[in-house]
């Protein structure tokens, strides 16, 4: 079964592909505190159809091409501008 990840499209000036951000909060060994994790995965889109700020699902699939390891599967939210 294939990893499946949530996260927000940072960059779409590739053709074909897109930067998907990850965040999650990872807590500190010592100090039981918790931080960011950002970690940036480049993800196919045959169809260039997803935006920068649209939050999607993403598959990890055979490799693309050296980085590309990820496809989009579907598309949760639309970006929506801060008035």
Known sequence: MARKLQGI????????TRV??????KKHPRYKKYYKVTRRFKVHDEKNEYKTGERVIIEEMRP????????IKGLVEKFKPQA
């Open 64 to 71: 693309l091409s050296r980085e590309k390891r990820w496809i």
């Open 20 to 25: 998907v951000a990850i965040v999650r909060l």
């Open 9 to 16: 499209i940072v960059s779409d000036k590739m053709n074909k």
